[in-house]
Every structure is written in C-alpha cells, then in structure tokens.
C-alpha cells in the first residue's frame, strides 16, 4: 500500500491494482481462515482501492474503483486497530465485512468465516456484538457522508509519480 495520509486522526492507504501481496495457501487452495500449516504465495491485488482507518477503530472502510476509475462500492472491514511496526501497519481481519452499494443498500459479507473463526476460538464470542455495531457505525457514517465521506473520493486519482508498493523487506518477521 502506498500511504496517502497519515494524520493522528485517520490514515488513508491506497492499494493499486497489481499490487502484490502474499495469501495463505495449503494444498494449492487459499485459506479464508488461517490453519497452522499453510504457505503463503504472492496474488496480484484486483482492484484500485482507498483504505481509511482510525486509531483505535476496529473497521477500515474501503472504496474500490472499476478498471476504468469509476467508483465499484465501499466495503467496510471489520479488522483490529491499525498498529505502527517498523515496517509500516499491522492489523488482524476478523472475517466479517459489509459490502455497501452506491446507492447506500448494505449487505453483510462472510458471515459464515466469522461463526467459524468464533467457534475455532480465534475470536471471543463477546465481541460478535461489538464488532457487529463497529460495522454498522461505518456502514452509516458512509450514508451520512460524515467526514472523511464527505468529500469527492470518486473523483480522487493517486499521484502519477507514486512508485507501485513492494512488500519492504522484513514484512514477515514479528
């Protein structure tokens, strides 16, 4: 990812189609949920995307562009707090998502990854509520256009000059 802004208030990444990033795989299939043996392989990123996060949110909220720029939806990611490490952010998706159309109609997203991720333990069963309302919070600050949604991101380009993101070196080391 290539980091827009990154103000004590909220930091903005852009991931550009192409992107390569690495996917747990076992047996030549990606894992939706993390087993204790995989490997992990390089994947080209699909779409043009912007990422917002706040400190201490538990949701990123994403706007994916089509191929031609024209906005696709936004998708809100129920993930832990954005945490600084000495190679850029880390964070932990929690598997549940909603995708939220233009017009404003939302659906949740992988509800099924999420009951299984709880029921592994991965995940306190107490927070299902918790991070249920965290999404549904993003879900109506987008409908209501609060800030950072206020503003035109469906006309927003990255810089031509930006260099395409590359996993620095070290990005697998805790």
Same mark, same amino acid.
């Given at each position: 990812?290539?980091?827009?802004?990154?103000?004590?208030?909220?930091?903005? *990444?852009?991931?550009?189609?192409?992107?390569?990033?690495?996917?747990?795989?076992?047996?030549?299939? @990606?894992?939706?949920?993390?087993?204790?043996?995989?490997?992990?392989?390089?994947?080209?990123?699909?779409?043009?995307? *912007?990422?917002?996060? $706040?400190?201490?949110?538990?949701?990123?909220? *994403?706007?994916?562009?089509?191929?031609?720029?024209?906005?696709? +939806?936004?998708?809100?990611? *129920?993930?832990?707090?954005?945490?600084?490490?000495?190679?850029?952010?880390?964070?932990?998706? +929690?598997?549940?998502?909603?995708?939220?159309?233009?017009?404003?109609?939302?659906?949740?997203? %992988?509800?099924?990854?999420?009951?299984?991720?709880?029921?592994?333990?991965?995940? %306190?069963?107490?927070?299902?509520?918790?991070?249920?309302?965290?999404?549904?919070?993003?879900?109506? @600050?987008?409908?209501? @256009?609060?800030?950072?949604?206020?503003?035109? $991101?469906?006309?927003?380009?990255? %810089?031509?000059? $930006?260099?395409?993101?590359?996993?620095? %070196?070290?990005?697998?080391?805790?």
């Amino acid at each position: 990812m290539t980091v827009v802004e990154d103000a004590e208030e909220q930091i903005t *990444l852009f991931i550009p189609a192409g992107a390569r990033w690495m996917a747990p795989f076992r047996n030549g299939e @990606r894992l939706k949920i993390q087993e204790a043996e995989y490997e992990l392989v390089e994947q080209p990123y699909k779409a043009n995307a *912007l990422s917002f996060a $706040w400190p201490g949110n538990p949701a990123a909220v *994403l706007l994916f562009y089509g191929p031609d720029w024209s906005p696709s +939806h936004w998708y809100v990611n *129920l993930e832990d707090p954005l945490r600084r490490s000495p190679v850029g952010f880390d964070t932990l998706d +929690h598997k549940l998502d909603v995708i939220v159309e233009l017009d404003g109609s939302w659906r949740w997203k %992988d509800e099924d990854q999420f009951v299984e991720v709880i029921e592994r333990g991965l995940l %306190d069963p107490r927070e299902e509520g918790r991070l249920r309302a965290e999404a549904e919070d993003a879900v109506r @600050r987008i409908a209501e @256009r609060e800030p950072p949604f206020d503003r035109d $991101w469906f006309g927003w380009r990255p %810089d031509p000059a $930006w260099p395409p993101p590359t996993l620095p %070196d070290g990005w697998d080391r805790v």
